[in-house]
Each structure stands twice: as structure tokens, then as C-alpha cells.
């Protein structure tokens, strides 16, 4: 797992597990890009990948050198106004009002492990063995800063890390007015973006283009990462699919406004950038201060999307979240929030918790509506103190209770919130991001904390934190219902108020660090209206994530799926809902709704007191199959087979195999019937080609090069003759099989 200096040729080669990144000091002592991709063999010189020649119509740098031009070098982290006309990984306002810097290569050093970030959710190691870190510092002598630029390897996945560092040693004020995380030059443009857009209740939808030149991007400007656009985007070759071909995913392990940029230029070199977005955004940096980007995880993958996804799924699974849910077994729960609303009391949420406890249930978690006087989402906000008319003996009364039942009990917070109803806002009504003399736009009725200022954040993790130590709660549900408008803060001059937002989400994450290292044992779940929060940042903290709001288990075919390109399933909140469903008015079958929800952190939000017995059965023996496979689900080895994006969407098919192959679950959707239709089949992926596997349901043993090659032979649906029986009927139909090894 080397990072190979050829201190000769000034090159540095990073070989991760399967692939390459190269990059070499050039004449200017700038940092230009060389190659990445598949793995290389490393060889004593790769000076005949830094093509340079002369240009007409190209700046130059050197009086009498008309060949080096940063217009069509490949650059590391690239400047603006110095021949290079593509837009910058950086830009920096000296007190001069120049924006022209020279960083040159100072100095380097290659060490094992990973160096923590400071105030920032990143991937980590356990042991110093597990990644090297190559760590390179740039020198601007005029302004005497520095950037050093983080790199880390990991021995076994083929990820690089990168983030940067901007220091201040100078006399003056700078001012960081763009300052992204990564930025790499590709040879070439022959390649398609992948995003996850969406909205609110339609999050994370898989869309693909094909990159053109000029510029390209996603971003957030909401102060959250947003459900508009995840903080990811993938390049794959045209020809790569699913499971073959190149692809290079960059990820953003950040919760805030994002910038995910591609510029193809005039040579069809394609330049790749991330980071904090830029717009609205600038950073004083007095002398003696430095700044730290946020981290940017990029992973190449030859075989394809669905080895991009299961790199991601190992990283994040096990050296992203931490904590000790980390590696456990997630409870299944029920939350009360679409069975109840606001309308409950105690009687009524010790009924539901009853009769969870027979279904099986080992979590109830008890969501808005519990605090101040809140019947309706106008008030209440800020005032985190128990609704006595509604939980007369309290929280700690309550969850006693429901201890005694048998099932622990978690809570719903919204920490960043206050509405103007509230006792928190009368007494600080300045406590909020505002701008004095402007209107001040709402979300639902209510309005953000301003996070940037240390003593809120503090009065809130008072408030949260007095509740969890009286306890008994061993879960937490963090939401956070609205994007932030009319930023500034009392709490900053004015020079520094388009800090804000970064310093709310450093707030942000101060207060998650805090909890979570006072209350170990606690479960986090973060959630922002559903899935708009849904990122690596979050993911730091919170091992799961609230989804979506969206609890349809057909829309979820498309929020699940494309959560999956980054997300491990063991981070993915699913859950069973009434029908028809609240979100769209559908009526799914409790098959369909379990078997869509068993691919992720599986819980009911319903009212299972409102079920017929039968129902109750089926429940019973849902929560039952989700225990006993729970841990392949939640760790196994992701597989996605069927599009829900494709191919008119009719179909959707995923599957996930345990790391010793030995056990496998599929799960199989069909939104409508077709009749009279072909034989249809499903081909199997990850299997031992060699192991002689059992289907449930199925007669006979079925070897996995079969299944990987003919396919797994699915029922018919129905084909005009009734007498057959044999066929599944109706929309909305799923199946879920397991396969295990063969009794010998
Ligand atoms: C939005 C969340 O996504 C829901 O699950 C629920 O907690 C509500 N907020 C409560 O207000």
C-alpha cells in the first residue's frame, strides 16, 4: 500500500488497492496531475504523461518560454490568473486587493494512519496500519501561506481522501473566498455525470448525463446538503454499467451548501472539483488562523457503479460511522409520528407500545409533539421540556413505562429549531439567523437557531442533554424541517457574516460530537424532513438516517436505490406505514411494504393497534425474518440488479450476500402486472460459482454459476389460465428470497 517519491522527477505515485494517482512537482513548483485510474506498475519515470507544447493563443508563463502554460497542464489544485482561464480550486483576497498567488512545493511527508480533522466529521483509521497519509505543503513566499494538501490511501478499498488545509503565517488579512476540497484534471471528457437529485419525499433519484464542454455542477445553497442534490457525484465511461466498467465517485463528507463541479475545456480536458460552495461564501483568515476544507472521498471502480457503491458501503459502514451502533445489530422500532401525529397522550402511546412489544418490536420511539404545547407544528420549538398535559409522569416516567414493557424507548429532538411561540424565542429573539431591518421568511412555521454562536449551541446541549441523563432513553431522532434563509448573525462583524453558514454547520456538528461522547450508548438517527440531510456528514455522527418522509414502498424503490449508490444499507431508515399511504394515497400490500423495508434499518410507523389479527400474523412473522437476517442485511455485500430508472421503471431487483456467500437474500419488485408476459428471470450476482444453494419457496438446489448465468427462474405472472396457480398477481407485487447452502 505505498506512496512511492521519486525525488528525482519530483513525482508522487499514490497506489491504492486497484488503482493509480500520479502527480509530480512541475517547472513553476506548482503541483501538476498525471494520472488517475486502474492500476499502474511504477516505473522510475512518468515524465512522458506531463505533455507540454507549444500553443498558439496560450498565456505563457516565462518571458521566452512559449511552452509552459497552465492553459492545458493538468493541475492538482489550481489557480485562477496565471494562464490557467478554468475556474480555481482556490482564490485568495490579499489586503492589496490582488487575487494572484504562487504556491510552490515546500515541503512533503508520507506517514501511516490518518490525521483527524479538526471540527470536521471525516473517514478514520483504527490502526495507523490501515491507510498511509501523504501530506504536501505549498508555500506562497508574498504572502507567506501555506496550503497543505491532505491525501490518504487505504490498504484494502480503492479510496483516496483529500482535504486542505490554507494557513496564514503572514501580517495580513486574507481573505479565502473560495476554498474547495479536491480538484483533478482527467485526460479527457468521454464520460457520464451520475447525481442523485430530487425534492422532498423523492430524494436521491439516479439522473445521468452525458458531460459537454463547459461547465457543469450540483450544488446546495440551502445550509443543508439538501434532498435537491446529494453531495456526490460519479464519472463513468459511457460503456460502464452497473457491474463493469470505469467509474469515479467523489463524495462530500459535509452536511452543508456543496459545490460538485465539472468543467470540460477547449482540449477536452475534463477538470473535476468539490467542496464548500463558493457562492455566498468567503472566509477572513487573520494572520495566525488557518482553515480547514471538509473532506472529499473519491473512489475508482472497474466494475462499475455497483463496485463504486459496495467501496463506499465498506468505508463508510465501518470507518465513517463510529460509535458503538456502529457494528450492532439495529433495533427494530416503531415511531408513532404517521400513527398518531401530534394527537396522543400517554395512554394512547402505551397502548401502541404494547401491542408493539407482542409484534415483537424492540424500539419504541416517540417523534414530534412531546414538548412545550405543541398540537400542531406552529409552536413549541426551543422549549425542550416535557407536555405534561400530554406525559403527565414526564419523559423519564414514560420510558420507565415502556422499559417495563420490555421495549426501549427513544425520542424525537429538533435542536436547530425554535418557532415564535415559544418561551426560548421571547427571551432570545435575536437567538436566530437573521438579518436586522429584513423580513424574516419561515419554514413551517419556524426558524433556525443560529448554531454559528457558541452559546446557543450550549443552551441547547443543556436542554438535550438534561433529558437524556435523567433518561431512560437509548435513541435519538434529530430532525431538521427547513432550509435557512436571510443569513447573518448577531454573533459576528460584518466582515464575517458570510462565514455564517459554515460556522451553523461546525455548531452543528460541535453539538452532535458533544452528545454523542456523552451518551455512548445512545442510538442517533439524523432526519431532515425525511432525506434532506442525507450525507456522509450526518452519517459521522448518526449510523442511520431517516430516509424519506416519502413511506410508499413503491416510491421507495427509487429513494432506496439510489440511496444505495453511496449509502450502506446499515444507514438507510425503512419502515412499514399505513396504506393508502400518506404521502401518495397508494394501497401496497404489507408483503410489498416489508419487503421494500427490510433493505435498510427496518421499523413500523403506524398505529398497530388499529390492525386486524391477521395483519398482526404477518407482522409477527416480518419482524421475525428481519431479526434473523438482519445482520447480512445490515453488513452484507450489496448488489443492485434491476433498475427502478430504467427500462420504464416496472422493475426493480436488489440482493445482498453475506462476505462468506453462504447466505443471500433478493428482493424482486414489480410496480405493474403484465399479462400473459415471458418467462421472466433474474441473474444473480456475488455468489460462490461452486456452492450448491437452496431457494425458499423453490424445489431442488441451484449451483451459483447458474444462478449468475441462466438466472434465477421467477414465477410466471398470470398467463390467461387459471388452473396453473402457479403465478403472481396484481401491481405492486414483490418477492423476497433467501438462499442458503444446500443440506448435503
Ligand atoms: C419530519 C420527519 O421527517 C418526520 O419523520 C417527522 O419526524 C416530522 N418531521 C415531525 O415533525
Redesign the pocket.
Known sequence: MPILYNDLEKEFHLQAKDSSYIFKVMKNKQLGHLYYGKKIRHRDSFSHLYRIQQRASASCVYEGDLEFSLDYLKQEFPSYGTTDYREPAYQILQENGSRITNFEYKEHNIYQGKPKLDGLPATYVEQDEEAVTLEISLYDELIQSEIKLFYTIYEHLNVITRSTNFLNHSHENLNLKRALSTSIDFFDSNFEMVQLSGSWARERHVKTRKLQVGIQSISSTRGTSSSQQNPFIALKRPDASEHQGEVYGFSFVYSGNFLAQVEVDHYDVTRVMMGINPFDFNWLLEKGQHFQTPEVVMVYSDKGLNGMSQTYHNLYRTRLAKGKWRDKERPVLI?N?EGTYFDFNEEKILEIAKASKDLGIELFVL???WFGERDD?TTSLGDWVVDKRKLPDGITGLAKKINELGLDFGL?F?PEMVSKVSKLYKEHPDWIIHVDNRRQSHGRNQYVLDFSRKEIVNHIYEMMAKILRDGPVSYV?W?M?RYITEIGSQGLPAERQSEVIHRYILGLYSLYERLTTEFPNVLFES????GCRFDPGMLYYAPQA?TS?DTDAIERLKIQYGTSFVYPLSSIGAHVSAVPNHQVGRNTSLDTRGNVAYFGTYGY?LDVTDMLEEEKEKVKNQIIFYKENRKLIQNGIFYRLQSPFEDGGNLTSWMVVSEDQKEIIIGHYRVLVRPNPDFSRLILKGLNKDYEYEINGLKGTFYGDELMTVGLQLKNEFSGVESTGNYSFGDFNSQIFKLTLAKP
Open positions: 415511531n409520528w417523534d414530534d409533539g407544528d424525537w429538533e431522532k430532525d424541517n432526519c431532515a424532513s425525511g431517516w418522509d410507523e
